[in-house]
Nanobody
Framework: QVQLVESGGGSVQAGGSLRLSCAASRYTGSTVCMGWFRQAPGKEREGVAAIDRIGSTSYADSVKGRFTISKDNAKNTLYLQMNSLKPEDTAIYYC??????????????????WGQGTQVTVSS
């Protein structure tokens, strides 16, 4: 079984920054896709950012220019750098990964493995 463990969440004021980490129990250098998702109270989970096997990235329009997804394969860790945070960014953030090609872009991908989530709260 693959385990993904998120960390780095917390509470910040609007305009602040956080860096989320996702440690994987399997080599991240061979992932087809890795991504970050978030779910706010009463809303469905939405994709935030994704990175494919060659390092190409994609972002939701709402976070483009503010968030950066990256990974360190030597540490088997995925990151999400979040800058200029807004109250609407408040949500539980989940990382996801897959090592199986499913014929979809990483922005529209049915991930097999998910972390437990980490809370991000942005106050105004």
């Amino acid at each position: 079984q693959v385990q993904l463990v998120e960390s780095g969440g917390g509470s910040v004021q609007a305009g602040g920054s956080l860096r989320l980490s996702c440690a994987a129990s399997r080599y991240t250098g061979s992932t087809v896709c890795m991504g970050w998702f978030r779910q706010a109270p009463g809303k469905e989970r939405e994709g935030v950012a994704a990175i494919d096997r060659i390092g190409s990235t994609s972002y939701a329009d709402s976070v483009k220019g503010r968030f950066t997804i990256s990974k360190d394969n030597a540490k088997n860790t995925l990151y999400l750098q979040m800058n200029s945070l807004k109250p609407e960014d408040t949500a539980i953030y989940y990382c996801a990964a897959d090592w199986m090609y499913r014929g979809r872009s990483c922005a529209d991908y049915e991930y097999d493995y998910w972390g437990q989530g980490t809370q991000v709260t942005v106050s105004s």
